[in-house]
T-cell receptor
């Protein structure tokens, strides 16, 4: 997972609490993505950003918020409005310019558990 | 709309036997196709991709995939399975001229290689 760092690895949230997951990259990639992974449901897109100070909702954005104040950082906040936040959260990055299409580089993930 | 189907939740194969993990896709126009592998509590790792050119794509760890446009399939294959290949495999797609829209992932197929 070189070049992209997710922290913390494990996170516990109490009912009604907001928590923030960190995603940092040093590869100078343009685009950053947040996915949620649940058993049997694959990866579902929460938010993504292709440029600083701009981001787009994915398929399951409700109860989540993001910011992109710096190119290297794309934090995800899980708000109290997210009723079932227990999941594995994955951050991914990709460049958007160059000679060909690129796949994503993924972080090692954050496992969030509601206690 | 783009979509990916991985029809098998689980594939079991004996060590040394060939393996196939199936993927079919739906996009408007030509596709970019990817395979990723995930080990427990880790992020996804890139295996291989198809953009243009030869229909048989070779990737990491001895894996290959065959692009079949008429059947809209991109099945992952390996001639001789290893126990260490046991993991969760994801197929992903996006359209060639989709303006950098995010990848769409399948639900994943769990591969179990039995010694």
């Amino acid at each position: 997972d070189g070049g992209i760092t997710q922290s913390p690895k494990y996170l516990f949230r109490k009912e009604g609490q907001n928590v923030t997951l960190s995603c940092e990259q040093n590869l100078n990639h343009d685009a950053m993505y947040w996915y949620r992974q649940d058993p049997g449901q694959g990866l579902r897109l929460i938010y993504y950003s292709q440029i600083v100070n701009d981001f787009q909702k994915g398929d399951i954005a409700e109860g989540y918020s993001v910011s992109r104040e710096k190119k290297e950082s794309f934090p995800l906040t899980v708000t109290s409005a997210q009723k079932n936040p227990t999941a594995f959260y994955l951050c991914a990055i990709t460049p958007l310019t160059g000679p060909g299409d690129y796949g994503y580089t993924f972080g090692s993930g954050t496992r969030l558990t509601v206690v | 709309a783009q979509s990916v189907a991985q029809p098998e939740d689980q594939v079991n194969v004996a060590e040394g036997n060939p393996l196939t993990v199936k993927c079919t896709y739906s996009v408007s126009g030509n596709p970019y196709l990817f395979w990723y592998v995930q080990y427990p509590n880790r992020g996804l790792q890139f295996l291989l991709k198809y953009i243009t050119g030869d229909n048989l794509v070779k990737g990491s760890y001895g894996f290959e995939a065959e692009f079949n446009k008429s059947q809209t399939s991109f099945h992952l294959k390996k001639p001789s399975a290893l126990v260490s290949d046991s993991a969760l495999y994801f197929c992903a797609v996006r359209a060639l001229n989709s303006g950098n829209t995010p990848l769409v992932f399948g639900k994943g197929t769990r591969l179990s290689v039995i010694a």
